[in-house]
C-alpha cells in the first residue's frame, strides 16, 4: 500500500496530463495514471517509477465508456482509499469548423470526453474523499470556456460545462472539507491541436507559428502550486495563458 500521497492523473499518455503525472512523481507522489494508450501508460509508469521510486498503477480504458471507468476503479478499490488528488485532464477538440458545418461525431466526442467523461471518473472516486473528509478535485478546463471563438462552438460549450461542474462540486463537497479547482489552459503546444485537426501535422504546427505559446510542463506546474497550498488555502479558479495571448481570439504574433 502507497505511504506516499496519492494522485489519480487521467489522460496521462501525452501533455498536460504526462507533465502533471511527471511533476508529481518528482516530488514523491504516488500515482494512478490512467489513458486509452496502453503502450505509452505502461512506458511511463516504468519511466517514473525508475526515476523518482514512486508507485504507479496504470489503467488503460476509455473515459468515455461508463462501465469501463465504473470496472477500471473497482480493479484498484484498495487504492482508492488513500487517494488525495483527482486531476480530470482528459480532454480533446475535434473539427473548427461553423456549428453549420460541424460533424455530429465530432460533437458526441467532446461531450462525451470533456464532460461525461469527467462526471465518470469523479463520480467514482468522490466516495473514497468523503470517507476520508480530504481532497482535491482539479478539473481542466480552457480559455475556450471564458471567451468564445469562431469554430469553439461544442468545444466551448463542453469546457464551459466543466466550470459550471466544477463550481457545482465546490459546494456540494464543501461539507466533506474536499477542495474543488478549475485550471483554464489558453494554447499550449501539445497532441492538441494535431487531434483538432484529425492528424493534420501541418495543420496543426501552424497555429503555434509566429509566438512561444505555453507547454504542458508550464500547466503542470500550475495544478501543482493550487494542490500544494496549505490545508486553509483553497485555489478554485486559475487562468494561464502566454505572454501572447490575451484570450481565445487575440494571439500577436510576428
Not at 146 to 158: E, H
Request: with cysteine.
Amino acid at each position: 500500500m502507497t505511504k506516499n500521497k496519492l494522485a489519480f492523473v487521467s489522460g496521462a499518455t501525452s501533455g498536460i496530463g504526462e507533465a502533471t503525472a511527471e511533476i508529481l512523481a518528482a516530488n514523491q507522489w504516488d500515482l494512478i495514471i490512467s489513458g486509452r494508450r496502453l503502450d505509452r501508460l505502461n512506458e511511463l509508469a516504468s519511466s517514473l517509477n525508475t526515476k523518482y521510486n514512486v508507485y504507479v498503477r496504470a489503467l488503460c480504458f476509455d473515459i468515455q465508456q461508463r462501465e469501463q471507468v465504473k470496472d477500471s476503479l473497482a480493479s484498484c478499490a484498495d487504492l482508492l482509499t488513500k487517494i488525495d488528488l483527482l486531476v480530470n485532464n482528459a480532454g480533446l477538440a475535434l473539427g473548427k469548423s461553423p456549428f453549420q458545418e460541424g460533424l455530429e461525431s465530432d460533437w458526441e466526442t467532446m461531450i462525451d470526453t470533456n464532460l461525461k467523461g469527467i462526471i465518470y471518473l469523479t463520480k467514482e472516486v468522490i466516495p473514497f474523499m468523503i470517507k476520508n473528509k480530504s481532497g482535491h478535485i482539479v478539473n481542466i478546463s480552457s480559455t475556450a470556456a471564458r471567451d468564445m471563438y469562431p469554430g469553439g462552438n461544442v468545444y466551448s460549450a463542453s469546457k464551459s460545462a466543466v466550470d459550471a461542474l466544477t463550481k457545482s462540486l465546490r459546494l456540494d463537497l464543501l461539507e466533506h472539507n474536499i477542495k474543488v479547482s478549475s485550471v483554464a489552459p489558453g494554447m499550449v503546444h501539445t497532441e492538441f491541436s494535431e487531434v483538432r485537426f484529425h492528424g493534420d501535422k501541418a495543420k496543426a504546427e501552424k497555429v503555434y507559428q509566429g509566438f512561444e505559446p505555453l507547454y504542458a510542463k508550464d500547466v503542470a506546474d500550475a495544478i501543482y502550486y493550487i494542490v500544494t497550498r496549505p490545508s486553509h488555502v483553497h485555489i478554485g479558479d486559475l487562468l494561464i495563458t502566454c505572454t501572447a495571448q490575451a484570450n481565445s481570439s487575440i494571439v500577436i504574433k510576428s
